[in-house]
């Protein structure tokens, strides 16, 4: 079964560096979410993309948050400069069109110190 | 924007049905109401949707009243790898994906 693929698995900065996840989504899906899950608590959305265009960054601390997918396939989350309260899990998803469910990676867990 | 509340945790034994009820007050008519299963360090996954009535698959039955205002999913006979957070995210905005999570139920399964 095809995944997501996400990395680095897990990441350890010092606060104020710049820090950036990767994700490849499953061939086809052309939408694509990055969401943030603190420790005890549920996934929250940080962004949506529609191929390459973004549909929703609402919830995106833009003063220091960038998302980006040039080629409407793989996605970057970038963080700059990263904060102590950043460390979390960083999931992406994707989904074919429609009432899909959506398929998760299985995250980059960043340590802010 | 519509919210859920599921139990915090539940305990259970293994062979036995688990029913993990959501309540979604405030569900919108165009809302689908999905089932997630995570295990620690892993990303969520995907385990039952409906709008209404009863849907069953491979793994869970998803119950839901005619007024959609809650659901419950059960899980037949669970065993130890059943052990999990589960979630029932709401789809909101109409917009597949803008799902909103809460925190989920922490269900523990004792052998």
């Known amino acids: 079964e095809a995944e997501v693929a996400q990395s680095p698995r897990y990441k350890i900065t010092e606060k104020s560096q710049a820090v950036a996840f990767w994700c490849d989504p499953i061939?086809?899906?052309?939408?694509l979410y990055w969401y943030r899950q603190i420790l005890g608590q549920g996934p929250e959305l940080l962004v949506q993309f529609q191929d390459e265009s973004v549909v929703d960054d609402s919830q995106l601390p833009k003063d220091r948050f960038s998302a980006e997918r040039l080629k409407g396939v793989d996605s970057t989350l970038k963080i700059q400069p990263a904060e102590l309260g950043d460390s979390a899990m960083y999931l992406c998803?994707?989904?074919?069109?429609?009432?899909?469910?959506?398929?998760f990676g299985n995250g980059t867990r960043l340590t802010v110190t | 924007l519509a919210k859920t509340t599921q139990p915090i945790s539940m305990d259970s034994y293994e062979g036995q049905e688990v029913n993990i009820t959501c309540s979604h007050n405030?569900?919108?008519?165009?809302?689908?109401i999905t089932w997630y299963q995570q295990f620690p360090s892993q990303g969520p996954r995907f385990i039952i949707q409906?709008?209404?009535t009863k849907v069953t698959n491979e793994v869970a039955s998803l119950f839901i009243p005619a007024d959609r205002k809650s659901s419950t999913l059960s899980l037949p006979r669970v065993s130890l790898s059943d052990t999990a957070v589960y979630y029932c995210p709401l789809n909101y905005g109409g917009s597949q994906g803008n799902l909103i999570f809460g925190k989920g139920t922490k269900l523990s399964v004792k052998p």
């Open positions: 405030n569900i919108a008519t165009n809302d689908y």
């Open positions: 998803a994707s989904s074919p069109p429609g009432r899909s469910p959506l398929h």
């Open positions: 409906g709008y209404k």
């Open positions: 061939s086809g899906h052309a939408t």
